[in-house]
Each structure stands twice: as structure tokens, then as C-alpha cells.
Antibody, heavy 119, light 110 residues
Framework: EVQLVQSGAEVKKPGESLKISCKGS????????IGWVRQMPGKGLEWMGI????????RYSPSFQGQVTISADKSISTAYLQWSSLKASDTAMYYC????????????WGQGTLVTVSS | QSALTQPASVSGSPGQSITISCTGT?????????VSWYQQHPGKAPKLMIY???NRPSGVSNRFSGSKSGNTASLTISGLQAEDEADYYC??????????FGTGTKVTVL
């Protein structure tokens, strides 16, 4: 069974750094893209960016370029989303999801990681 | 890149058919067949319902169908059931080499 399992909920203070993870299993991790999607409280889905773990090719939405870093460690089939300095406005649910081609559909999705940034 | 436009809410009675629209431009929905639809129940992760405009993944009910005309894509749910009550999002590739989601539609089963 193809699965993406994300790391647990995080509570951080503004200015702190954070790295959340997404571990793939049940398929060849290096042959598919892993994307990240933000959902702010009570709001819709936003495409943040995507990485191909096979060669680390990474694409970012202009809205998130420079705000976050997407990476992957293919040796442990895990993708990451990280912030160097969190803001209160980063409070959201973050989902990872798999794609066969970076411009196409996401399936399946991880269970989501809730990030809360509050002083 | 602005979000694709969807109606905020659509409702229908059990057994009826409803259609959710997703309006973009020739730079996204109208220019490519990379339109997909996702269902999200409260507190759950999104689930793929339709890919490449009109293809249904294995395991998704054939009550769900997708289409596109010009810059507008549509998701139709026929034989509406209580379990279909959820939020629905469309998504498209864009000419800016990025992807964009729709604003989301809340489906209510009366």
C-alpha cells in the first residue's frame, strides 16, 4: 500500500526554525514527486512547491519561494519542509502528497502536520 | 497566480445531481488538460476524485465525473449521497510553471 506518513503537530514561537517530514512507503520513493500544500485555518488549499527525490529537482510557487525550503533524503525515503524563521502567519495544516509528474495530480496525500506559531 | 474560481457552496437533495464549476483562464484551465479534483471531509486530508479533466481513479465511485469547456472545468456528482457532503477543490497546471487550486466549494446534502 502506498503511504505518506507525516511528522506530528508542532507548537513554535515566532522566529524559531522548524523542519517537518513526510515519509513515503510502498513505492519507489525516487520515481515520484512529493509536493507540499498549505491549508490555513478555515481556508482553502495552496500549492507550495514540489521535489523529485531522484535528483532533488525542486519547484516553488512564487508565493512561497524564499519563505520555505523543500528537500528530500532518498536514503530514508523522506521529504522535508522547513522554515528558518517562523511567523504567526505560518500557522496552518501542511500536507505532503505524491505526484507522478510535477504538473499533474496528487495521490495519495499524507495525513497532515499542524503547525502552530504563537508567542 | 490567483486561485481558480469556484462557487462557495452548492447543495442538493439525496439522489439529485449537482455540478461544481471551476473557472480559470487560457493560461491554466483552458490551456491544459491537467485539471484535477479533490474531496476533503472535515478534519481529513484531501482525496483525489478526478484527474486530467475527466479520469476517475480506481476506487472512486462512477457517480463522480469531470469535464471541461473553454476556461471552465466542472465536477458533477450524480445520485447525491449523504457521504458526498464535503469540500471540493479543483486544481490546474499554469503557464507560469506552477500549480494552482480553486477557492473550494462546500457541498451540502439537504
Amino acid at each position: 500500500e502506498v503511504q505518506l506518513v507525516q511528522s506530528g503537530a508542532e507548537v513554535k514561537k515566532p522566529g524559531e526554525s522548524l523542519k517537518i517530514s513526510c515519509k513515503g512507503s510502498g513505492y519507489s520513493f525516487t520515481s515520484y514527486w512529493i509536493g507540499w500544500v498549505r491549508q490555513m485555518p478555515g481556508k482553502g488549499l495552496e500549492w507550495m512547491g514540489i521535489i523529485y527525490p531522484g535528483d532533488s529537482d525542486t519547484r516553488y510557487s512564487p508565493s512561497f519561494q524564499g519563505q520555505v525550503t523543500i528537500s528530500a533524503d532518498k536514503s530514508i525515503s523522506t521529504a522535508y519542509l522547513q522554515w528558518s524563521s517562523l511567523k504567526a502567519s505560518d500557522t496552518a495544516m501542511y500536507y505532503c502528497a505524491r505526484a507522478a509528474e510535477w504538473l499533474n495530480w496528487f495521490d495519495p496525500w499524507g495525513q497532515g502536520t499542524l503547525v502552530t506559531v504563537s508567542s | 497566480q490567483s486561485a481558480l474560481t469556484q462557487p462557495a457552496s452548492v447543495s442538493g437533495s439525496p439522489g439529485q445531481s449537482i455540478t461544481i464549476s471551476c473557472t480559470g483562464t487560457s493560461s491554466d484551465v483552458g490551456g491544459y488538460n491537467y485539471v484535477s479534483w479533490y474531496q476533503q471531509h472535515p478534519g481529513k486530508a484531501p482525496k483525489l476524485m478526478i484527474y486530467e479533466v475527466s479520469n476517475r481513479p480506481s476506487g472512486v465511485s462512477n457517480r463522480f465525473s469531470g469535464s471541461k469547456s473553454g476556461n471552465t472545468a466542472s465536477l458533477t456528482i450524480s445520485g447525491l449521497q449523504a457521504e458526498d457532503e464535503a469540500d471540493y477543490y479543483c486544481s490546474s497546471y499554469t503557464s507560469s510553471s506552477t500549480k494552482v487550486f480553486g477557492t473550494g466549494t462546500k457541498v451540502t446534502v439537504l
